[in-house]
């Protein structure tokens, strides 16, 4: 397709440019009218801003393609009004089919998640209420019974989540793919152009069978887990690398290795111990982790350490010290300032999701008091040399980049006072960590017009960004023009 979008202005400025796409790439850029490409439709496009498509760098794409499905308990403010939730939906859509709920927040709450609650509330038929953070399940005892039988206590946490979490998906791939797809166009809606995804399990052929079906609204860049690190690596998947049939959407990303928990479940790693005395888990050991990168970086794939907590922070910026090799560590909250300055030293990218600064911070008051400046320390990184990578954790977070942007830029949300302002940075910067292309010649059209200039919005108009049209390689997937 080549087309020129007439008459837009780039974001910072109100000068009106003509640019032109041709084969998926801007092959020019130049004032209003003065374009030489008379061969190409010129599509007005009215001064709307132009900015390179958007995106987000952390998603779990088949658990946010089922989140709308799921009964949404976030909003509960404690466990007993949760369990009523459970209850209103038992008794809409009666059946015996497992009743799978997502978002809810205990360390928010004033009572305990129990069997028993959800027990009363729906009887017999098997309750799985998945925490919004991913690392937790809230069981009753039917659902026990049937996905861990033995375990005591109503809550299963870290790798026994994640397996459960897993087997909860719908082996029916035709429904799941209609769901994702679904997904990737709200997501293009946003002006996304392309995703990394850290879904558990084996991805390579889900979106191999998603892109040549016709899912074509994405780039995607597919991780791998350690329990398939080793058949990454005898498929001779290198992170970059394109998959072939793909048409060049689909290439093999990062290897995710998770370290430690994270601060609603009180399993992020720390220095300090938690107000019950914890200090959380370590997932791995340090010769383990070093190992894993080790192998990993060994065969060509990029390592992403899952690594919340200061004291995970620390051990997995000393594995990367050790094995010499650069990556990204994902979400980065709790940083020892002695700490920050190594992850531009090293070329670590801090691979963070601002957005759960928002969603944290009043767990992160009562849980890490005392320490919550050196929490989500976004200027710090910035001010040292560090390398963001934006993302949302999809389904912990929306998967809207504009959330990020928003966030990172005013460190507030709904009104409430900034939460540790002195950590807010540039639009420019999270710009930067949200895209990975320019509007200049010889870059791919990966592109997003939108109808505010966002050097001139205030954070509520980042938050709310109305996206007029999203190209990929120079193709609509998204359009109100």
Request: proline share 5%; net charge negative; charged share 25%.
């Amino acid at each position: 397709m080549s087309v020129v979008l007439a008459g837009a202005r780039l974001a910072g400025s109100d000068s009106h440019v003509d640019v032109t796409v041709r084969d998926g790439v801007i092959t020019s850029v130049r004032p209003v009218g003065s374009s030489a490409d008379r061969d190409v439709e010129h599509l007005p496009v009215d001064g709307r801003w132009l900015i390179p498509g958007l995106w987000d760098q952390h998603v779990h794409f088949t658990q946010w393609a089922q989140t709308a499905r799921r009964l949404d308990v976030s909003g509960a403010a404690s466990a007993a009004e949760c369990a009523e939730l459970v209850r209103s939906r038992a008794r809409a859509d009666p059946g015996s089919d497992v009743l799978v709920g997502f978002g809810f927040h205990d360390a928010r709450w004033p009572d305990l998640p129990t069997r028993e609650l959800l027990d009363a509330a729906a009887g017999d038929r098997p309750v799985v209420l998945i925490a919004g953070d991913l690392h937790c399940s809230w069981l009753n005892s039917a659902a026990m019974a049937r996905f861990a039988p033995g375990t005591e206590g109503a809550l299963l946490r870290e790798d026994a989540s994640f397996a459960l979490t897993s087997a909860l998906t719908p082996t029916d791939v035709t429904t799941l793919d209609h769901w994702a797809a679904d997904a990737a166009q709200r997501a293009a809606e946003r002006g996304v152009v392309g995703i990394v995804d850290l879904e558990y399990g084996w991805s390579l052929e889900t979106w191999t069978r998603r892109i040549t079906a016709g899912l074509q609204s994405l780039r995607v860049e597919f991780g791998v887990y350690r329990d398939r690190l080793d058949d990454a690596a005898a498929l001779g998947l290198r992170t970059g690398g394109v998959i072939d049939g793909t048409g060049g959407l689909l290439s093999m990303g990062p290897f995710k290795v998770i370290s430690d928990g994270s601060l609603n479940t009180r399993t992020a790693l720390c220095r300090h111990p938690y107000p019950d005395g914890g200090h959380g888990v370590a997932n791995l050991t340090p010769a383990e982790l070093l190992a894993d990168l080790r192998f990993a970086v060994a065969n060509g794939i990029e390592p992403a350490v899952h690594a919340i907590g200061d004291e995970a922070n620390r051990r997995a910026l000393d594995a990367f010290a050790a094995v010499g090799a650069r990556g990204r560590i994902e979400h980065a909250q709790l940083i020892d300032p002695a700490d920050i300055p190594r992850f531009a030293e090293l070329g670590v990218t801090a691979s963070v999701q601002p957005e759960h600064a928002m969603d944290d911070r009043d767990v992160a008051d009562r849980l890490w008091a005392g320490r919550t400046h050196d929490a989500f320390p976004l200027a710090d990184l910035l001010s040292s040399g560090a390398r963001f990578a934006f993302g949302s954790d999809a389904p912990v977070a929306p998967l809207d980049p504009w959330a990020a942007i928003a966030s990172a830029v005013g460190r507030t949300r709904d009104g409430r006072e900034p939460w540790h302002p002195e950590q807010r940075i540039s639009v420019s910067a999270a710009l930067d960590a949200s895209t990975r292309s320019r509007v200049a010649v010889t870059e791919p059209a990966d592109l997003a017009l939108v109808e505010r200039d966002p050097f001139g919005a205030t954070v509520d108009e980042l938050r709310a960004m109305p996206v007029s049209a999203t190209l990929l390689a120079g193709r609509f997937t998204h359009s109100t023009l």
